[in-house]
């Protein structure tokens, strides 16, 4: 899912000097202060994106944090990364991890993207290749082009999954309908290895993904 859409909003509200933006930035601070996760998450986004002085980057975390515990998986990923960057707050990677796996576990695909990522790294998680399989999978099925680039490449690659040129191909190409460079280029490298049978194949797969996707 997407971050929600105030940050600029915000922004407009508070450089304005209008009195009405101001009366609703000052009804979105006292739905937060009520306790309404949205509203903190998005105050929490409002502080993070602001430039200058460090109070900022700490606000941020404080409403990240009251945001996250409420459960809201955006903030869990947010909060997550002020720790790992130590950004508003004393650095500390394994909470952060934490925090984002959370998130991951609730279904956000860009929180699934990075465990993934870590996972098949063994950047700050042990490293391991079906963890990192599985959260790419359960990002490319929300329609994160990341994810659907990274599995082709672990099926060209044969990394973690066995080597696969007809599956690598089919993810470079569902990835490419999202208008993915990357995937473009490493799609027409396949294909030059590839005989017509196998690239059939994997279009096929590919179009048979996109029309149960449709929605996405």
């Known amino acids: 899912m997407m971050r929600f859409l105030i940050s600029i909003f915000l922004f407009m509200i508070l450089c304005s000097g209008s009195p009405a933006k101001a009366d609703e930035f000052s009804e979105l601070k006292a739905r937060a202060k009520s306790g309404d996760a949205v509203a ?9 994106n602001k ?12 409403w990240y944090t009251k945001a996250a515990e409420q459960g809201l998986a955006n ?9 790992v960057t130590g950004k508003g707050v004393a650095q500390d990677v394994e909470l952060g991890v934490s925090w984002q796996l959370k998130a991951a576990e609730q279904g956000l695909a860009g929180a699934q993207f990075a465990i993934g990522k870590r996972y098949f790294s063994g950047v ?18 929300q329609g994160l082009v990341g994810a ?7 099926h060209f690659q044969g990394e973690g999954v066995p080597k696969d040129i007809v599956q690598a191909h ?4 569902i ?4 208008g993915d460079e990357s995937a473009k280029r490493l799609r027409s490298v396949l ?10 194949e994997a279009q096929r797969l590919a179009r048979e993904w996109v029309a149960e996707h449709e929605s996405l």
Request: glycine residues 6%; without cysteine; aromatic residues 14%.
């Open 40 to 48: 903190q998450y998005n105050l929490g986004i409002f502080y993070d």
């Open 51 to 62: 430039e200058g002085k460090t109070k900022y980057a700490k606000q941020a975390v404080d």
């Open 75 to 83: 903030a869990q990923f947010d909060l997550g990364r002020m720790y």
């Open 124 to 141: 700050d998680l042990t490293q391991d290749y079906q963890q990192a399989l599985d959260m790419f999978l359960k990002a490319a099925e």
């Open 148 to 154: 659907q680039n990274q599995l082709g490449v672990m």
């Open 170 to 173: 089919k993810w470079f190409n």
């Open 175 to 178: 990835a490419s309908t999202s």
């Open 191 to 200: 294909e030059e290895i590839m005989d017509p049978e196998q690239i059939d």
